[in-house]
T-cell receptor, first 111, second 116 residues
Framework: GEDVEQSLFLSVREGDSSVINCTYTDSSSTYLYWYKQEPGAGLQLLTYIFSNMDMKQDQRLTVLLNKKDKHLSLRIADTQTGDSAIYFC???????????FGTGTQLKVEL | GAVVSQHPSWVICKSGTSVKIECRSLDFQATTMFWYRQFPKQSLMLMATSNEGSKATYEQGVEKDKFLINHASLTLSTLTVTSAHPEDSSFYICSGQGELDTGELFFGEGSRLTVL
């Protein structure tokens, strides 16, 4: 199958770390992606990880990949109110021709 | 990163009319463009893959006569919603595939269609 699943909602306090999780079924993807969508806007690529990596760090963002469990996570350190958005994980499926998005996790950052 | 521009960003139309949405890659050539549809609080669903100079490939369940896609040049793809009805109201997002090995997609800002 091509399902990509995420938790629907996450609420954290400003300054805390946020961890958004994603599980996927297609293990053939070369890259896995995290996108951010602010209200009424398109998608912004946050980061991506190559499938032969376990971890990638990019400033406040840390991506962890567990290929055995087909689990991907995005950690946002020192979460700010501007991080409030919907976060989608995504992978190419169907032989690499189709970018399949997760169900999206709405992150709410409270003061 | 590369820029993809969509126009219009919001359109309201009467039922039965047709609406055209443009998607332009401003600083790169997009051989392939993708059209997505997003319902409120839901994920993006791929509607079709558009290749420059050839017919679009539609996903299962997407009516090709309803959603006409044209990709006449490497920088422009259009989606026309024909004879729109209220159930076609949605957020439509296009993306262009860059040339990086990462296969990164660059997304437009989205077009919100409201059919009365």
């Amino acid at each position: 199958g091509e399902d990509v699943e995420q938790s629907l909602f996450l609420s954290v306090r400003e300054g805390d770390s946020s961890v958004i999780n994603c599980t996927y079924t297609d293990s053939s993807s070369t890259y896995l992606y995290w996108y951010k969508q602010e209200p009424g806007a398109g998608l912004q690529l946050l980061t991506y990880i190559f499938s032969n990596m376990d971890m990638k760090q990019d400033q406040r963002l840390t991506v962890l990949l567990n290929k055995k469990d087909k689990h991907l996570s995005l950690r946002i350190a020192d979460t700010q109110t501007g991080d409030s958005a919907i976060y989608f994980c995504a992978q190419f499926t169907g032989g690499g021709n189709k970018l399949t998005f997760g169900t999206g996790t709405q992150l709410k950052v409270e003061l | 990163g590369a820029v993809v521009s969509q126009h219009p960003s919001w359109v309201i139309c009467k039922s039965g009319t047709s609406v055209k949405i443009e998607c332009r890659s401003l600083d790169f050539q997009a051989t392939t463009m993708f059209w997505y549809r997003q319902f409120p609080k839901q994920s993006l669903m791929l509607m079709a893959t558009s290749n420059e100079g050839s017919k679009a490939t539609y996903e299962q369940g997407v009516e090709k006569d309803k959603f006409l896609i044209n990709h006449a040049s490497l920088t422009l793809s259009t989606l026309t919603v024909t004879s729109a009805h209220p159930e076609d109201s949605s957020f439509y997002i296009c993306s262009g595939q860059g040339e990086l090995d990462t296969g990164e997609l660059f997304f437009g800002e989205g077009s919100r269609l409201t059919v009365l």
